[in-house]
């Protein structure tokens, strides 16, 4: 079946603008993660979605970040007035359910992002 | 805070090679411990996972150990090749209703012909 998929791979944007990163998760898939991975830096958690719901989201650096998740499935994170640190690989994960400590993450191939 | 530490940071092995990757954690209350293969460009592909009850799990050439006291865990490689050059993470899921993954920084692996 198909995996995590996410969108666009690849985004170069001007310090200052906001970009938008779209993840579709496996379908069914009712955990939903999104991680950074920065030059240098392990990959790091953002945040979490049970559903559409928010219960963690103790990863975001700052304000500037948002992210949401609508019919259980897609999930959109948002970068404003970006800066050139938020330049990384963003991950998403899902996973079947939120509870086994049996089940893996599948992740997606990322989006790359590179603020000038 | 749980902190994952990976040694070492870069290996490069004839093919061929046993070769062992380590990681270790400093909080030991954790769920499971993964390991994961990262290829350029690309997502997480995941390799192993163990259970905050075992000691170890097999796949293929691929083992990996898990000692949940002391904090650490061992991935074993056997007759190294090629394709199996890649960037190798370790992961741990604490506790928590969650299961977010905290990783280490990674090892590179580099199998040369």
């Known amino acids: 079946g198909a995996g995590v998929s996410q969108s666009p791979s690849n985004k170069v944007t001007e310090k200052g603008k906001d970009v938008e990163l779209r993840c579709d998760p496996i379908?069914?898939?009712?955990?939903l993660y999104w991680y950074r991975q920065s030059l240098g830096q392990g990959l790091e958690f953002l945040i979490y979605f049970q559903g559409n719901s928010a219960p963690d989201k103790s990863g975001l650096p700052s304000d500037r970040f948002s992210a949401e998740r609508t019919g259980g499935s897609v999930s959109t994170l948002t970068i404003q007035r970006t800066q050139q640190e938020d330049s990384a690989v963003y991950l998403c994960a899902s996973r079947p359910r939120s509870g086994g400590n049996q089940e893996t993450q599948y992740f997606g191939p990322g989006t790359r992002l590179l603020v000038l | 805070k749980q902190e994952v530490t990976q040694i070492p940071a870069a290996l490069s092995v004839p093919e061929g090679e046993n070769l062992v990757l380590n990681c270790s954690f400093t909080d030991s209350a954790i769920y499971n411990l993964q390991w994961f293969r990262q290829d350029p460009g690309k997502g997480l592909t995941s390799l192993l996972l163990?259970?905050?009850?075992?000691r170890e799990q097999t796949s293929g050439r691929l083992n990996a150990s898990l000692d949940k006291s002391s904090g650490r865990s061992t991935l074993y490689i056997a007759a190294s090749q090629p394709g199996d050059s890649a960037t190798y993470l370790c992961a741990v899921i604490g506790g928590g209703s969650n299961y977010k993954l905290t990783f280490g920084k990674g090892t590179l692996l580099t199998v040369n012909p």
């Open positions: 379908s069914g898939h009712t955990a």
């Open positions: 163990i259970q905050s009850s075992q």
